[in-house]
């Protein structure tokens, strides 16, 4: 007999997001699991909806660092992911634009001379 199991997660803590805006048009891309750390981005076994992300490439994308080449990009939803064997690649809805509440994202957002093209940023959250 398959050991079969349901589980359910909720959408995230989206108190990040200032205003709907952009939802709707969230892209699905893959997360290159290996790339983030798990004390940083994946402490409980899932990544935080909100978690800025290098989406510069859909198909690979990365923690976002603020570096030259980088575009920004958000979790939607909380995303869990195999934390046994965190080669596995996970596919996720990213916000490609929209308001953000920065004191409400998961992590501190990086400054640097990245792409934030299609966000603004607000410093205060709600």
Known sequence: MPRLFTESLGGGDMSWLASTHGIENARTATLDVSTFTEATHYPDGYFLSGLPVN????GAVTPWTGVTGEELGFLLRDVRIN????????????????????????????????????????????
Not at 85 to 101: C, K, P, Y
């Open 55 to 58: 989406v510069a490439d859909e």
């Open 83 to 126: 934390v046994t064997d965190a080669t596995i690649n996970v596919t996720a809805a990213v916000l490609r634009h929209g308001l953000i509440l920065s004191a409400n994202l998961p992590v501190v957002l990086a400054s640097g001379v990245g792409s934030t093209a299609g966000f603004t940023i607000i410093a205060g959250g709600a």
